[in-house]
């Protein structure tokens, strides 16, 4: 009975407020929950970036990192940006049917150098990169091996996160690069292949777009989304509770904020374009 | 010494630690022991500066931990080392890696992990042979993992060494390898030991002095004989629990 009364005047209380009110609490309750998160990312970013006035002790490791998150996820990255490419060039070839074929190349290069080399390959390396770098953070957070290093006297952020930061900026240039050339390639093969269109047509098109403002823009895209990856992963896997579970909710929570993150990083970075374009 | 006074800390809105006095002499083998719960390892993360309490004092060797700054706390830390429940041994690193991390980063930076004699020594202290370095911690037993762990607390040869329950998840000859392993190290190395239990076999085989904490607090101290003598019933309760 006495179980029965507290659920009605549980109930009570709840109906009686009225839904404007609970949304406004919901949305203060995210609020602070978010800006809790932009203070602690932020603190940690400082930290990072106070890390990189050391570097000696981490160099050995940084190169370790660049190697998993560089080397390592270069064959999956040129294979979407090979497809990519070769997608581009099939849907303009198909869209474009009143102007000259060459549009085609123009087409492939300003959507490699702009958007989708440095995107994609982001994108991959968020499932690839930062899910993995989340989960091991994450695990190293619930299996106290965090604490174990700062028992020893280690700085995680000297040790764990700013050698990952460093290699994903780094790494991002080459992976960005490589990217773009599968993606320009792939986009002549399916063009000569697919559209009846001549390598002259095909390279007086890219040429047509081609500037090098484009291609830093590309790289500088690149960087930041390699900081990004990296950053959030470590930030997220540094928030991990509660074991084996929690550890699969980081790994799911870092794929999604580090996506969310990159779209937002992408339209803030656009207008960056038209200024040096 | 460790001089703790009146420490208090809340953790989910329970008082884990509440009102804790201890002192932890020089050379002394200390056991806290006490019912799960009872903030035996918080108080050990509060010595090592890994929780701040809310209110009290923590002393090592005169040093303030809670009001230590970021140079303080290397300076404290560099003087304790600590052997954690589950051993924590970094994963992506060989045992003999794992254990050269108990050295500073220019000593590191000397030899090579597995051919380090300090590390080398270490692990022979742990009685494992010196192959085991270039193992990875996946590919050794819990008793290995243990022992790796504790070579790793000694080979700094810190003043104080911290376990954390270094007997669970282990079967009985193991746990009693590890024991065995603790006593003699207390004997060679003569380091400060403080060893959290609630094995009280293990309590009274370790112990030059024994600490029962229960709600937060010291509920009895002394010596293994004084305690067995101690007429407060819930120190009797949990030397000889009944299982009615």
């Keep these: 009975m006495a179980r029965e009364s507290n659920l009605t005047a549980g109930e009570g209380r709840l109906g009686s407020e009225r839904p404007p009110v609970a949304w406004v609490r919901r949305i203060g309750r995210a609020g602070l929950a978010v800006t809790r998160h932009i203070g602690r990312a932020g603190v940690l970013f400082g930290a990072t970036m106070l890390a990189l006035l050391h570097p000696r002790d981490h160099v050995r490791e940084t190169f370790r990192q660049a190697k998993a998150i560089g080397i390592d996820s270069l064959p999956l990255v040129l294979l979407v940006a090979t497809l990519s490419g070769s997608i581009l060039a099939q849907q303009s070839g198909y869209q474009f049917t009143d102007l000259p074929l060459w549009i085609v190349g123009n087409a492939v290069a300003a959507g490699m150098l702009t958007e989708l080399a440095p995107l994609l390959s982001a994108i991959i390396m968020a499932g690839r990169v930062g899910a993995g770098i989340g989960a091991e953070l994450g695990t190293m957070k619930v299996t106290d091996q965090l604490d174990a290093l700062r028992t020893l006297g280690r700085d995680p952020v000297g040790e764990l996160i700013m050698p990952r930061v460093v290699a994903g900026a780094i790494m991002m240039i080459p992976i960005v690069i490589l990217a773009n050339i599968a993606g320009i390639w792939s986009g002549w093969i399916t063009g000569m292949a697919m559209l009846d269109m001549s390598t002259h047509d095909y390279v007086y098109g890219v040429r047509n777009y081609y500037h090098s403002a484009a291609l830093i823009f590309s790289l500088v895209k690149g960087v930041f989304f390699g900081i990004t990856i990296t950053f959030i992963g470590c930030y997220v896997g540094l928030q991990a509770e509660g074991g084996a579970a929690g550890v699969g909710r980081t790994a799911r929570n870092t794929v999604v904020a580090i996506i969310v993150a990159l779209m937002v990083l992408d339209v803030v970075l656009a207008p960056l374009y038209k200024a040096v374009g | ?244």
């Design chain 2, 1 to 244: 010494m460790i001089q703790i006074r009146g420490l208090r800390k809340n953790l989910n809105d329970k008082w884990v630690l509440d009102g804790l006095d201890l002192d932890i002499h020089e050379g002394m083998s200390l056991v806290i022991m006490g019912p799960s719960g009872t903030g035996k390892s918080v108080l050990l993360k509060h010595i090592v500066g890994l929780f701040d309490p809310d209110e009290g004092e923590l002393l090592v060797e005169g040093m303030s931990v809670p009001k230590a700054n970021g140079r303080q706390i290397r300076e404290i830390r560099s003087q304790i080392s600590y052997v954690f429940q589950n051993a924590a041994l970094f994963d992506s690193l060989t045992a003999g890696q794992n254990i050269q991390l108990g050295l500073t980063p220019d000593e590191c930076r000397k030899y090579d992990a597995h051919l380090d004699p300090r590390v080398i020594e270490a692990v022979e202290h742990v009685n494992l042979d010196s192959d085991v370095l270039r193992l990875l911690p996946a590919e050794l037993s819990g008793g290995m993992q243990k022992r790796v762990a504790i070579a790793r607390a000694i080979v700094g040869r810190q003043k104080y060494i911290l376990y954390d329950e270094p007997t669970t998840g282990l079967d009985p000859v193991n746990a009693n390898v590890i024991n065995r392993l603790i006593a003699r190290l207390q004997g060679e190395i003569g380091a400060t030991s403080v060893i959290v239990t609630h094995d009280v076999e293990s309590a009274f085989y370790l112990g030059d002095r024994i600490v029962l904490m229960f709600d937060g607090r010291v509920q009895a101290q002394g010596t293994p004989t004084e305690l067995r003598e101690s007429p407060d019933p819930i120190v009797q309760e949990f030397l000889h629990p009944k299982l009615t």
